[in-house]
Each structure stands twice: as C-alpha cells, then as structure tokens.
C-alpha cells in the first residue's frame, strides 16, 4: 500500500525540496546564505518567469460524492466525501562547496465521510536527504522519508512505513535536464521499487513543460508573478480500522488512490509567498480493502476536485 505523501513527496517533491532548499531567501543566517551563494551547486535561476517548485507548503483539497463502482465493504459506502489538509517544509542545515544536507517534515490529516460516520486519520512524515554538485553537469542526491499515522478518531492505526531514494539531476543545457534514479517505497506489506525518469524543459521565458512523472505538467508565465498550469498528480489516503466481524482483533486495511488532472492559477501574494486554486477531475481510481490476508479491489468512479494551496518558493 502506498499513501498519499508517500507518493508525492517523498519523490519529485523531496527531490526539489533538496535542490531548492538552499535558495538564500530560505536560508538561515548570514553564514548559510554566504555558504550557498559559494557553493558549486548550479540551480539555473532567472532564466524563466515560471518560478520554482515550493520549499514550503499548506494545501486543502476537497472531493465530493467519490463513488466505489463494483463493491462496497464494511464501514465504507458506495459514496463518500474526502477531504486532506497537508502541510509540509524543508530546511538545509549544512552547506559546503559539493554538498548539502536538507532537513524537512509533513503533517497530513485526511478527512473520510460516508453515509455511517466521519474518519479523520493524521500523519506525519519526516525525512534527511544528502545533495551533491560533483560536476558541472550532475548533481545527485539520496534521501530517506519515515512516515507515519500519529492518531485520529476511533481505533485507526498507520504503521510506520518509509521511502529510500537515489536520483540525479544532468543538465543538459540551461533550459533542459533530464532526471534518473530508483525509488523504493517500504510498508509492513510489500516493498516496491520503482525507476525515476523524466525531464524539464523551459522553453522560452514564459513557457515551460516538466515531463516527471506521474507529475507531468505544462505551465505559462506571463510575468513573474503569475503562473497558469495545466497538470496531474496523485492523490490518495491510507489507514487501518478494526474489524468488529472477527474475534481474532485483526484490522482492515484501506488503500485509496487516484490520478487527478487539473487547471491552476497561481499568483505571488507577497515576496516569497504564492496561493494557488485549482480545479479539476479525478480517474483511475480503486479502493484497496485487505482483511485478514485477504485483499479486495474497487475501481472509483472519476469525480471533480478543488485544492487550494499557499506555497513558500525562493526567488
């Protein structure tokens, strides 16, 4: 099983956490802004109005009436709202000529409402990620994210659960890098290792693509402080609930996922700081319940989605 943060930050989003963290308007004290500003590290700034990914986040999505298609289980309906309140943030705590080392957190509290009762199920997440510039061209990195379940209501239970990566960054030119490296993400149930392949390209000052996935996104910049956007990513929630039909006292376990595309406007509030609305509809979908050893999957219904967002981005 797979969750939420899991799946998105721990990947793409840790990976630029890493590489960005290190911007000076970020950084704390002068110390740490000189080391950075003499470091080797290449970030290509300034070379497009598209600014970079956030360092900081705090974002709130919302899904009504999701509909599970061919089966319902248990404590889940055939319908149901979902809700997510994440936050998350990064931070470098050492800086030398080749190398870096970021600190960063995530909070999550994922929200279910279905015709019987509300769930409400927190997580947190926390990772240390290593950076190096041993070139010009390249630079690479390592990271490890635990993850997880810190309460919530009834007798919900997360075991821990974590993600290893190594990935590397090769520039190409300015304008284009192309990213490699392996993922393994680790729960109590299985272990999967999965390839880290993709690109950015900005194209010209105001366009750019980024070909990652599942985070494939196309964005325009008219100026630099605006930003339209026109994406996909994942979304999802995991959690455990017992199950009151044994007498064994063995839980259920709930895996729910979906692919999302979706239209954004982003704008700059104030200096370093960025809100963000977006819009958009959800598919391929599924409902993973696994009880007793037993595992049943339900495809979801597509369903549409609004998220908004305040992001922390160095300049």
Not at 119 to 128: E, P, S
């Amino acid at each position: 099983m797979k969750s939420t943060k899991i799946k998105q930050y721990a990947t793409r989003y840790l990976w630029y956490c890493a590489l960005l963290a290190s911007s000076p308007s970020y950084a704390v004290g002068e110390m740490l802004i000189n080391k950075v500003m003499q470091s080797d590290f290449i970030f290509d700034r300034n070379i497009s109005n598209v600014p970079f990914l956030p360092i900081g986040y705090l974002q709130y999505t919302k899904q009504n009436q999701v509909t599970i298609e061919n089966r319902c289980e248990i404590e889940l309906n055939c319908q149901f709202n979902y809700q997510s309140i994440s936050q998350g943030f990064g931070l470098p705590v050492y800086v030398d000529k080749k190398y870096m080392i970021i600190l960063g957190q995530t909070i999550e509290s994922n929200h279910v409402e279905t015709a019987f009762e509300n769930y409400r199920i927190d997580t947190v997440g926390l990772l240390a990620a290593v950076v190096a510039q041993p070139s010009v061209e390249w630079q690479v990195g390592a990271f490890y994210y635990g993850y997880r379940g810190i309460g919530g209501d009834h007798d919900f239970n997360q075991p821990r659960e974590s993600v290893v990566g190594a990935v590397g960054r090769y520039r190409h030119s300015a304008r284009f890098h192309s990213y490699w490296g392996a993922v393994s993400y680790n729960t109590t149930a299985e272990r999967i290792v999965m390839p880290y392949i993709g690109f950015d390209w900005f194209i010209d000052q105001q366009w750019s693509i980024g070909g990652v996935m599942p985070w494939p996104v196309v964005a325009f910049a008219p100026n630099k402080n605006n930003v339209f956007k026109v994406g996909g990513f994942v979304n999802g929630a995991e959690w455990q609930l017992p199950d009151d039909n044994n007498i064994t006292g063995q839980t259920i376990d709930v895996d729910f996922g979906q692919a999302n595309l979706g239209i954004a406007y982003e704008r700059r509030i104030r200096n370093q700081f960025w809100g963000e609305f977006m819009i958009g509809h959800s598919g391929f979908g599924a409902v993973k319940l696994t009880d007793s050893g037993l595992s049943t999957d339900s495809h979801i219904d597509g369903a549409p989605f609004i998220r908004f967002s305040l992001f922390y981005r160095p300049e």
